[in-house]
C-alpha cells in the first residue's frame, strides 16, 4: 500500500458531533441552549467550537452534526462563526436513540466508504486523534472507543485487613475505565447501526464477541471531561484555568 493510501485508511478525515441531547442536568443553563452550545466558564467559547477546533487540529476536514433540542441556535452559531472545517447539519425528527441518531448523521459524511471519527457533543478532551486511528487500524477494529479514567467524585477512605483508617484520599481515579464518548469506526460499520436503538446495547457486545471492538486507553496526562451536570462546568474552568 502507498504512503499516501496508507495515511487515508489510518487517519480518517470526517467525523459525526451527536449534539441532539437536552442537556436536563445541565438546566438553567440549557434553558435557551443546546448543551454543545453550554460555554465553559473562562474559556470564551462553547463546547462544540473547542471540539471542532480538536477535530480539525487533528486533520478532519469535515463534520456532520447531528442535532435535536434547540436545533436553530446551535444552527445559527455555526452559520456566524468562522469555522476551522467544513460542517453540515442534520436534525433527526423524531428520537432515533444513539445508534440510530449516529446511523442518520453518518448517512451525511461526504466519503461514505472511508473511516470516520464520532463524538458526543459533551466531551471537553484533547489527546492524539492520529493515534487513536493508527491504535483502531493495528487491530483490525470495525470500532475503537476511547477509554478515560474519571476521578470519583467523593473522597476515598483506605484501611488495612484490621478496620483501621489509613489514610483519607481526595477525589481518587477509578479503578475502571469508561467509555469516553469518542470513537473510530470504519466505513463497514455504519451498516451494523441500528435504524433505531443503542449501539452499546446490541452492536457493540456482538463485536466484543467476535473480537473487532478495541478500547484505546487515554494517556495520564490528557485532558477529559464529560460536562454533565452544573458542576462539572465548575470543575472544568477550575482545572482549564478559567
Given amino acids: 500500500m502507498s504512503n499516501a493510501a496508507s495515511d487515508a485508511v489510518t487517519h480518517p478525515s470526517q467525523a459525526v458531533v451527536l449534539a441532539g441531547g437536552q442537556g436536563s ?12 452550545m453550554v460555554e465553559i466558564p473562562g474559556t470564551g467559547e462553547p463546547i462544540i467550537g473547542h471540539q471542532l477546533r ?31 472545517l467544513r460542517v453540515k447539519t442534520v436534525v433527526e425528527q423524531e428520537p432515533l436513540g444513539r445508534g440510530g441518531g449516529l ?41 475503537t472507543l476511547a477509554l478515560a479514567r474519571p476521578r470519583i467524585p467523593w473522597g476515598a477512605v483506605e484501611t488495612d485487613e484490621f478496620g483501621h483508617v489509613l489514610d483519607f484520599i481526595e477525589a481518587p481515579p477509578s479503578p475502571y475505565l469508561i467509555n469516553a464518548g469518542v470513537y473510530v469506526f470504519a466505513a463497514e460499520f455504519t451498516a ?23 478500547g484505546f486507553p487515554l494517556s495520564q496526562g490528557a485532558y477529559w471531561r464529560a460536562i454533565d451536570t452544573a458542576k462539572d462546568l465548575t470543575e472544568a474552568a477550575r482545572e482549564l484555568g478559567g
Fill in 25 to 36: 442536568r445541565l438546566r438553567p443553563y440549557t434553558d435557551d441552549r443546546p448543551k454543545p
Fill in 54 to 84: 480538536w477535530l480539525a487540529s487533528e486533520g478532519v476536514t469535515d463534520a456532520v452534526i447531528s442535532c435535536g433540542h434547540l436545533a436553530e441556535v446551535l444552527q445559527s452559531w455555526l452559520a456566524s462563526n468562522e469555522l476551522p
Fill in 103 to 143: 446511523k442518520y448523521a453518518a448517512a451525511a459524511l461526504p466519503r461514505p466508504d472511508e473511516p470516520w471519527f464520532a463524538t458526543n457533543g459533551d466531551i471537553w478532551t484533547r489527546f492524539s486523534l492520529r493515534e487513536m486511528a493508527e491504535f483502531h487500524d493495528e487491530r483490525d477494529a470495525l470500532a
Fill in 192 to 214: 451494523l447501526l441500528p435504524d433505531r436503538g443503542d449501539h452499546e446495547r446490541h452492536t457493540f457486545p456482538r463485536l466484543a464477541r467476535s473480537r473487532r471492538l478495541a
